[in-house]
Structure formats: C-alpha cells, structure tokens
C-alpha cells in the first residue's frame, strides 16, 4: 500500500523558513491530492493545504501568507516551505493523501510524522 | 471556516461498553464527514468516510451515521485497542477543518 515518509530538520529558528519533504513510495504521486497537516503538541489537527499532483494548490487562510507547497513528480516528492516561523509553529508535521471514494475526499495514508521544534 | 465541535471531550469507558461520540458542524455540510482514530505517538487512521462509509480492515464494530450538521460514531463493544483518541474532519469546503476530539480513556 501507499506509505509516505516526511524528511527535514527537526529544529528551526524563530523567523527562519521551515522545510520538509515528503516522499511517496508504493504508489504514483499522479492523479491525487497531497497534503500537510499539523498538530501541535498535546493539541488538534489543522490542515495546513493541498497539491495537485499537476501543481494546483489551496491553502489554510490562516497560513496562507507564509506557506508554500509544491510537488516534484518526477521524484514522486511533495514539498511544505513555512516562513517566518514562531514557536506556536512547533508541531507534528504529517504528510497526507486526499484519496477520492464516495465521490468526496478523505485523508486516506497519512507518514508518521516529522517533529519540528521553532526555538532559538 | 466551517467549526466542528466534538461532545463529548473526553469519556471514560469499560471494555465491552458501547460508546457514541458526536460532532457538530457549524453549517450543514451533507455527508461530507470523517472520522480518525489517533492513538498516543502515532498517526491517525480513517475509520470512516462519507459519514458512514467504513474504510476497509475497520472493524465492523465502528459505525457513523448523520447528515447536515450532527454526526456520530458508534463503537460497539469497546476493544482494549479502541482507546484513543477520536476526530471528526468535514471534506465540505476548504479550509478543511477538524473537531478537537474526543479522548476515550479506560474507566
């Protein structure tokens, strides 16, 4: 089955970009949605956006401003660029696919996680 | 953005209980509902999409049912593995948003 691999530092400082890499294996990236979503320690979910394997992407007004996600499908990779990070951007960072049944979206394989740490 | 709130926030329960969870959205969102299992350092796992449809190596003991605004997931006979904690997640509109959960703990 599909299994997705989130890489990057685990430690970013306050106002530097934060960067990670999710990479898919057993599947093609082609024809899905991909997303980033977080969770701060002890806390909820919130979806940060998606990508188009074709490179349409929709992001959280919340963090619209300061994120960019983009994909390489030839390295079937998916990219997440945060900047001018905070503390309260602290969180579990997982990678997800949109997968399509029922005639709607559902986060179907989701990695297991990259911990990322704003602190100076 | 489209709130999701979970009742209750937090339940204790024995082994074989039957235990409801609901999640309320602030404006009718169809059938456009799903629930996540999340246990301690892991994940989480789609249990159901579509409001009820069970994703599949779900036990049939988890069921969701509702449509518009109020929601539900069911777990029938409470495994010592079903202790976790629960997300409801709207697929209506983006922002795609999610309740804050609900934690089922052992009583």
């Known amino acids: 089955q599909v299994q997705l691999q989130e890489s990057g530092p685990g430690l970013e400082k306050p106002s530097e970009t934060l960067s990670l890499t999710c990479t898919v294996s057993?599947?093609?990236?082609?024809?899905?949605?991909w997303s980033w979503i977080r969770q701060p320690p002890g806390k909820g979910l919130e979806w940060i956006g998606y990508i188009y394997y074709s490179g349409t992407t929709n992001y959280n007004p919340s963090l619209m401003r300061r994120v960019t996600i983009s994909v390489d499908a030839s390295k079937n990779q998916f990219s997440l660029k945060l900047n001018s990070v905070t503390a309260a951007d602290s969180a579990m960072y997982y990678c997800?696919?949109?997968?399509?049944?029922?005639?709607?979206?559902?986060?179907?394989?989701w990695g297991q996680g990259a911990l990322v740490t704003v602190s100076s | 953005d489209i709130q999701m709130t979970h009742s209750p926030s937090s339940l204790s329960a024995s082994v074989g209980d039957r235990v409801t969870i609901t999640c309320r959205a602030s404006?009718?969102?169809?059938?456009?509902l799903n629930w996540y299992q999340q246990k301690p350092g892991k994940a989480p796992k789609l249990l159901i999409y579509?409001?009820?449809t069970l994703q599949s190596d779900v036990p049939s003991r988890f069921s969701g049912s509702g449509s518009g605004t109020d929601f539900t997931l069911t777990v029938n006979t409470l495994q010592p593995e079903d202790f976790a904690t629960y997300y409801c997640q709207q697929s209506y509109s983006a922002p795609y948003t999610f309740g804050q959960g609900t934690k089922v703990e052992i009583k």
């Open positions: 579509a409001a009820s």
């Open positions: 997800v696919r949109l997968g399509y049944r029922s005639g709607q979206y559902s986060f179907d394989y």
């Open positions: 057993n599947g093609s990236i082609s024809n899905h949605y």
């Open positions: 404006q009718s969102i169809s059938n456009y």
